[in-house]
C-alpha cells in the first residue's frame, strides 16, 4: 500500500490491489444490474447506501 497525499490506492479484502475506484465502479455496476433484473430502471452504474439506526 502506498501512502501519500492525492494517493486513491489502497489493499482491498483479500489483499486486492486494485484501486478504491476501481472496486467502488465495479460494485455500482453490479448493484446496477441487480436493480435492472428486479425489473427497475436501467442504469450503467447504481450507488446504494444503507441506513443504521443506532
Known amino acids: 500500500m502506498t501512502v501519500g497525499f ?6 482491498g479484502k483479500n489483499g486486492e ?3 478504491f475506484w ?10 446496477a444490474q441487480l436493480y435492472n ?12 447506501f444503507v441506513r443504521w439506526k443506532f
Not at 476501481?22 to 448493484?31: G, K, L, M, P
Open 17 to 19: 490491489s486494485r484501486e
Open 22 to 31: 476501481q472496486r467502488a465502479e465495479d460494485r455500482n455496476s453490479e448493484t
Open 6 to 11: 492525492g494517493c486513491t490506492e489502497a489493499l
Open 37 to 48: 433484473q428486479l425489473g427497475l430502471a436501467h442504469y450503467a452504474a447504481m450507488e446504494a
